[in-house]
């Protein structure tokens, strides 16, 4: 057939290892539980500030409600959100 492709290592499957929707989905869930576990390690004095509360709510509304694709950009919003607490920690 002139309009065929010619065939790829996609196609026998050798080097293709795409993950699937559940391994994309646990190692989210791992991340999300690292991220968690740094936001609860902070004192008193940031857990009073109010970008505390909202890391809570990426890390746990937002995330649960945003399909997989989007859970990746949550993620990095509250890992950003924590990093700025961690310093407002140091300082005071």
């Known amino acids: 057939m002139p309009h065929r492709r010619p065939p790829t290592a ?3 499957g ?3 290892t795409r993950r ?3 391994q994309r989905y646990d190692e989210l869930e ?3 539980d690292a991220l968690v576990v740094r936001l ?3 004192g008193g004095t940031a857990q009073e500030h109010p970008g ?3 890391a809570l709510t990426l890390l746990n509304d937002t995330f649960r409600k945003s399909k997989l694709a989007q859970r990746l950009a949550v ?3 509250a890992a950003w959100l924590i990093d700025v607490l961690e310093q407002f920690a140091a300082i005071v």
């Open 40 to 42: 609860r390690r902070l």
């Open 20 to 22: 699937t929707f559940r």
């Open 52 to 54: 505390y509360k909202r």
């Open 75 to 77: 993620l990095q919003a």
């Open 10 to 12: 996609r196609a026998n």
């Open 30 to 32: 791992v991340q999300r």
């Open 14 to 16: 050798s080097a293709c």
